[in-house]
Structures are given as structure tokens and as C-alpha cells.
Nanobody, 127 residues
Framework: QVRLEESGGGSVQAGGSLKLSCPAS????????MGWFRQIPGKEREGVAR???????EYADSVKGRFTISKDYANNTLHLEISNLKPEDTAVYYC?????????????????????WGRGTQVTVSS
């Protein structure tokens, strides 16, 4: 059974940094496209970054230059490093995977279709 579980969120001041992590069980990250999304209550979920099976990364325009997505192959963990945090980055952040199989695709981002999701981690940025 595939499980994704985010961690690393918290409350920080504007200009600060955070590193989100998402270890996986039941699947090997290196073989799949992985991504990070975020959602503010009352708004639609927004894709922020994805990393392909070949390690290629793509970012939403709103986060380019501040967000870095990476895979830790040794520990089968997906990361999202966020620098120069802004109040508008406040959201619940979700990791997602394109694992195939019967699970329903809930969102797509830069050519990947994500059908496995974690429960999210809250990031709150104060000005």
C-alpha cells in the first residue's frame, strides 16, 4: 500500500525558510513523477512544483527562484525547500505522486497526473 506523509511545516516570519519532507512507503520515488501542491482554505488547489522520473524539475511562475523540489533517493523522500517566505505562501502543502494503478487522478501539473496524495502540512507565514 502506497503512503505519503508530509512533515516540516510550521509558523515562520516573512523572509524565513522551511524544508518540507515527504517520505513514501510502498513505492520507489525514483521511478515516478512527484509533485507539491498547496491550498488556501476557500481557494482551489495550486500546483507549485514537480520533479520527473528523470529528475527534471518544473515550477509554477509564482514560486520560481524561491522553491526547490528534490528527491532523496537513498531515503525515498521528496523534499520542497522554500526560501524568502511570503505571507501569500501560507497554505496547506501536499505532496503527490503519479504512481499509476487504479487510484483516481486528482490533479495534473507539467505533464504529470497525480493520483496519490498525502494529508498535508500547514505552512503559516507572518509579516
Amino acid at each position: 500500500q502506497v503512503r505519503l506523509e508530509e512533515s516540516g511545516g510550521g509558523s515562520v516570519q516573512a523572509g524565513g525558510s522551511l524544508k518540507l519532507s515527504c517520505p513514501a512507503s510502498g513505492a520507489t520515488y525514483s521511478r515516478f513523477c512527484m509533485g507539491w501542491f498547496r491550498q488556501i482554505p476557500g481557494k482551489e488547489r495550486e500546483g507549485v512544483a514537480r520533479i520527473g522520473s528523470n529528475g527534471s524539475a518544473e515550477y509554477a511562475d509564482s514560486v520560481k527562484g524561491r522553491f526547490t523540489i528534490s528527491k532523496d533517493y537513498a531515503n525515498n523522500t521528496l523534499h520542497l525547500e522554500i526560501s524568502n517566505l511570503k505571507p501569500e505562501d501560507t497554505a496547506v502543502y501536499y505532496c503527490a505522486a503519479e504512481f499509476g494503478g487504479p487510484a483516481k487522478v486528482q490533479a495534473s501539473l507539467f505533464g504529470c497526473s497525480f493520483n496519490y496524495w498525502g494529508r498535508g502540512t500547514q505552512v503559516t507565514v507572518s509579516s
